[in-house]
């Protein structure tokens, strides 16, 4: 499925709006401790482990996103962001929200 930050998709013609589709992936608590457990890992101040964990929760958001989209007969997703969150939890805990969001569309070949 075509996906693009773009609110259009140059030389094709946006033939219906389907509306806003979303994706999420959160990154647990035990995540993070693990990454901490894993230090030396972290090579001139990144984490290579918890860059990849990142990675792989962008693209579970992203995949949600147009997985939601296929559903409704949509064939792209435009105007696509992506959002990093904080959440708190108990005492002390911390989880991470990956979000994607954009607008399901049918594009038309």
Known sequence: ???TTTPS???YEIAEYFGIVTGEAILGANIF???FAGIRDIV???SAAYEEELRR???IA???MQAEAETI???AVVGVDLDYE???IGQGGTMLMVSASGTAVRVAW
């Open 33 to 35: 401790k693990d990454f």
């Open 57 to 59: 929760a962008r693209q």
């Open 86 to 88: 904080t959440i708190q």
């Open 73 to 75: 007969g949509a064939n």
């Open 1 to 3: 499925m075509l996906t």
């Open 44 to 46: 001139g101040g990144r």
């Open 9 to 11: 998709v140059d030389g």
């Open 62 to 64: 992203i995949e949600e």
